[in-house]
Each structure stands twice: as C-alpha cells, then as structure tokens.
C-alpha cells in the first residue's frame, strides 16, 4: 500500500534583508492513513512553517528544496492552479485563529458551501443541505439559522466549529490543525478536542496536531515529533516518548509544565535562553547555546540521528549523559 505522506529532506529558507532564514532543515515525515501525528515545540521552531508547506501556503520569499508525496505526487512541483484542487479536497487545515481565517463579509453558510460547490459539483440547494448539515454535525446550535450568520456574529468557539466544519466538508485524506485551541477557555477547548478526535476517528483520515501544549498532544495523537530550530530533535510513538524523555530540550519542555501539588508560590521551571536566530544558526546542534550538557563539538557538527528502539530516535552529541538524566534533575 503506498504511503499516504512522505515528506523527504524539507528545507524552507525565508529571504529577509539580513540573509536566508532557514525556518526548516532536513525534515523527514511518514504518515499512513488514519495516523494521528503530534508536531510540539515553542514558537519560530518551525512547527506552523511545515503546516503552510503541506499546503502550499508559504510567503512568496519562501525558497523549498526536497519533496513532499501526497500519495506519490511531489506538491512542490505543482502549480497554483493544481493546489486549488488538492487544498480542501484532498488536505485541509484548521487555523489557529478563525476570526482571521474566516472570511467576514461573507456567512459562515456560503463559506462552507465553496469547496462543496467546487470540489463535489453539488448544486447550491444540495451545498446548502450538506452545509446545515455539516455545522450540525460539529455541534453548531439550530444549524439551519447559522448558516446565514457572519463571524463576528458567532462565538469564539463556535467559530473554531464552523473552522472544523470547513476543513472536513471535502472528506479530507489529512487534516492539519495549527493550535486549533488557542484563545479558547479550558472546557471549550476540550469540546474541540474531544470534536477533532471523534471526526478523525469516524473519517480515518490522518491528523497531524500542532500544539504548544503536551497533554493535548498525550490525549490526541499516536505519534510526536519534537521541532527546535527547524529541525526533529526527537520523534517516535507518544507513550514511548513522553516515558523515555531523552533529548535535553525534551526535557526541559516537560520540565516546564505545571505539576499537580506545586504551591502557587513555587515558580515554574524554564529553560534558559531564548530560540536561536534563523538566521545565524550555528553549524552543530541549535539546542546548545541552551543546553546543559553541551560540549566542545556541539556547536561545531550537527548530531547524528541514534535509533533507541520502537521507532524511538533522537539527535545529542551526549546521548548517554541525556538518559541518566529522564528523572527529571536536568533542569532542577
């Protein structure tokens, strides 16, 4: 059976007045149908940036080298025209804030209604049909009057619903949600969740989740790939690794997260120091400037990639000194 989507050595460059950013290196990515794959790191790792590739949303001073395979056709070959017919149809996307995806002059119903007119050939009374449907099923209240409502005239959640209702309207093989959470309150957040997972698991579509947040990342996909500088640090099955923590900066992400018991007077764990300048990455590892066991030859050649075991690999210099450190004392 072929492979769904196989990315194969990405790299995205930015062109800016003080040289190319390189946003994403050397990435690499295998997804069948049906995965569930969790992409976490902090902000300018390059998480949203492989989003955009995927769906041939980059800025126009963006330069790609690599392939990306949608079942077996490299997208970076395509033509705009050609992506018209591949984005909504065959990958769609949740974006993270839908007051700014979604467009304001027009209802939500004639939003959702496009892609179904355009991609399916339905006619307007069926589009109109398959729309009320479609926000009924994402748990839109009384569908039927909705459809005629603007944005601003929904809720933030309700927003993020009709986002939702959008991107699965085509039956999509993928569906990308970027922070699809974000500004939402924390029960709202979990009715989205909770959404997302139930209408994958319904479609046996892949997903491919991007969030700030691990437990969202624990409760929702079966695999995760962790980004820093533009690049995997760490990839393997979710349980496996959120066990078996093994890069530094891996650690110092769940380091970072608030315990249960803490005191509200204790603060937080934080790693040192800030995301390395795209544009003058150093040559070795892009973590060691933050790094608690960086060494001499860490800046100067990048690691290689180490296999730990199901499917479980990672890229450190000082691999060995990074697994007697998973209890946790790394950043204490």
Same mark, same amino acid.
């Given at each position: 059976?072929?492979?769904?989507?196989?990315?194969?050595?990405?790299?995205?460059s930015l062109q800016t007045a003080m040289g190319p950013a390189r946003a994403v290196r050397n990435l690499n990515i295998t997804m069948e149908k049906g995965e569930t794959l969790g992409i976490v790191g902090e902000s300018g790792c390059g998480?949203?940036?492989?989003?955009?590739?995927?769906?041939?949303?980059?800025?126009?001073?963006?330069?790609?080298?690599?392939?990306?395979?949608?079942?077996?056709?490299?997208?970076?070959?395509?033509?705009?025209?050609?992506?018209?017919?591949?984005?909504?149809?065959?990958?769609?996307?949740?974006?993270?804030?839908?007051?700014?995806?979604?467009?304001?002059?027009?209802?939500?119903?004639?939003?959702?209604?496009?892609?179904?007119?355009?991609?399916?050939?339905?006619?307007?009374?069926?589009?109109?049909?398959?729309?009320?449907?479609?926000?009924?099923?994402?748990?839109?209240?009384?569908?039927?009057?909705?459809?005629?409502?603007?944005?601003?005239? +929904?809720?933030?959640?309700?927003?993020?619903?009709?986002?939702? %209702? @959008?991107? #699965?309207?085509?039956?999509?093989?993928?569906? !990308? =949600?970027?922070?699809?959470?974000?500004?939402?309150?924390?029960?709202?957040?979990?009715?989205?969740?909770? +959404?997302?997972?139930?209408?994958?698991?319904?479609?046996?579509? %892949? @997903?491919? #989740?991007?969030?700030?947040?691990?437990?969202? !990342? =624990?409760?929702?996909?079966?695999?995760?790939?962790?980004?820093?500088?533009?690049?995997?640090?760490?990839?393997?099955?979710?349980?496996?690794?959120?066990?078996?923590?093994?890069?530094?900066?891996?650690?110092?992400?769940?380091?970072?997260?608030?315990?249960?018991?803490?005191?509200?007077?204790?603060?937080?764990?934080?790693?040192?120091?800030?995301?390395?300048?795209?544009?003058?990455?150093?040559?070795?590892?892009?973590?060691?400037?933050?790094?608690?066991?960086?060494?001499?030859?860490?800046?100067?050649?990048?690691?290689?990639?180490?296999?730990?075991?199901?499917?479980?690999?990672?890229?450190?210099?000082?691999?060995?000194?990074?697994?007697?450190?998973?209890?946790?004392?790394?950043?204490?």
């Amino acid at each position: 059976m072929m492979t769904l989507l196989d990315i194969k050595n990405l790299d995205i460059s930015l062109q800016t007045a003080m040289g190319p950013a390189r946003a994403v290196r050397n990435l690499n990515i295998t997804m069948e149908k049906g995965e569930t794959l969790g992409i976490v790191g902090e902000s300018g790792c390059g998480k949203s940036m492989t989003a955009l590739a995927l769906m041939g949303l980059l800025p126009e001073n963006a330069q790609t080298t690599g392939e990306i395979l949608l079942s077996g056709e490299d997208l970076l070959t395509k033509t705009e025209k050609d992506m018209c017919k591949i984005r909504g149809n065959r990958m769609a996307m949740i974006f993270q804030e839908p007051m700014t995806s979604l467009n304001p002059v027009y209802t939500v119903g004639r939003q959702i209604m496009e892609p179904l007119r355009l991609h399916r050939g339905l006619s307007k009374s069926e589009a109109y049909d398959e729309a009320v449907r479609l926000l009924d099923r994402v748990g839109i209240p009384n569908p039927s009057e909705r459809v005629y409502n603007h944005p601003h005239q +929904l809720s933030g959640g309700q927003r993020q619903r009709v986002m939702i %209702a @959008l991107a #699965l309207s085509c039956s999509p093989d993928i569906l !990308i =949600a970027d922070e699809p959470t974000t500004a939402l309150d924390v029960t709202i957040q979990a009715q989205i969740l909770d +959404l997302i997972h139930s209408l994958v698991t319904e479609e046996g579509m %892949a @997903l491919i #989740l991007i969030s700030h947040d691990l437990g969202v !990342i =624990a409760e929702n996909t079966q695999k995760v790939m962790v980004m820093y500088g533009g690049t995997i640090v760490e990839s393997g099955e979710t349980d496996h690794i959120f066990s078996e923590l093994t890069h530094p900066y891996t650690q110092g992400l769940f380091a970072a997260m608030p315990k249960l018991g803490m005191g509200r007077k204790k603060r937080l764990t934080t790693i040192p120091g800030t995301v390395p300048d795209l544009i003058n990455l150093p040559q070795g590892c892009t973590f060691t400037d933050r790094c608690p066991l960086a060494s001499g030859g860490c800046r100067e050649t990048m690691p290689g990639l180490s296999d730990l075991g199901n499917g479980h690999t990672v890229i450190c210099h000082n691999l060995e000194q990074a697994k007697d450190t998973r209890n946790g004392e790394l950043y204490s």
